[in-house]
């Protein structure tokens, strides 16, 4: 069963522009994470956001949470060549810490 | 240089065969999973293991079997039962239940690209 949803499926956008993927899901959770692949390659782990948090920074990203809503943001800013990937939202529900449901992603392509 | 990792990269099955897909990590994670990957897909849970000799089913673990007898190490088995194999397998880890934390972010290896011919 897919959680999370991402929007928009695919992103195109041009080197030092800003990239905002949105992320929709269902129920209620612990934490929502943002893991970004590299065609043909495994994911990373790139940010998590608490259940009681609103926003979060880390270098170039930006990650809110609105759990009224059921939804949260990814901010790339000054994106670069090399942020093209998919980016993958995923949320740990329930009792489990354990178990990640993880949407389709979107797609990003930054353009030099 | 610790880390998880997965062989072969690259797998061709006949059908009718079963395959095992190796994964191993050196990072001391109690939990282990097993992911599916079709094009343009997200990812689903196979199997999982909070710890080592037990195990459990995710969304998806028809045609698929696992074990977990050492804790480094988590092989998946592709069964002739598995109706439609071929697909990008995820192995992941991560270090388990944190205490007093809904931390839990896992780690991936470099995925096994398998192929019915």
């Known amino acids: 069963s897919q959680q999370g949803e991402e929007d928009p499926q695919a992103l195109s956008i041009q080197e030092g522009e800003n990239a905002t993927m949105n992320c929709s899901y269902k129920?209620?959770?612990?934490?929502l994470q943002w893991y970004r692949q590299n065609s043909g390659r495994g994911l990373v782990h790139l940010i998590l956001?608490?259940?009681?948090?609103r926003e979060k920074h880390s270098g170039r990203l930006r990650v809110t949470l609105d759990t009224s809503k059921k939804s949260s943001s990814l901010l790339i800013t000054a994106s670069r060549a090399a942020d093209t990937a998919s980016y993958f939202c995923?949320?740990?529900?329930?009792?489990?810490?354990?178990?990640?449901?993880f949407g389709k992603g979107t797609l990003l392509t930054v353009n030099p | 240089d610790g880390g998880i990792t997965q062989s072969p990269k690259y797998l061709f099955r006949k059908e009718g065969q079963n395959v095992t897909l190796s994964c191993e990590q050196n990072?001391?994670?109690?939990?282990m999973y097993w992911y599916r990957q079709d094009p343009g897909q997200g990812l689903r849970l196979i199997y999982y293991?909070?710890?080592?000799?037990?195990?459990q089913k995710g969304d998806i673990a028809e045609g698929y079997s696992v074990s977990r007898e050492k804790k480094e190490s988590f092989p998946l088995t592709v069964t002739s039962a598995q109706k439609n194999p071929t697909a990008f397998y995820l192995c992941?880890?991560?270090?388990?239940?944190?205490?007093?934390?809904?931390?839990?972010?896992?780690?991936f290896g470099p995925g096994t690209r398998l192929t019915v011919l």
């Open positions: 995923a949320t740990a529900s329930g009792g489990s810490n354990y178990k990640l449901t």
């Open positions: 990072l001391n994670h109690d939990a």
């Open positions: 956001i608490r259940s009681n948090e």
């Open positions: 293991s909070q710890i080592v000799n037990d195990f």
């Open positions: 129920t209620s959770i612990n934490n």
């Open positions: 992941a880890s991560s270090p388990g239940q944190v205490v007093g934390s809904s931390y839990n972010e896992q780690f």
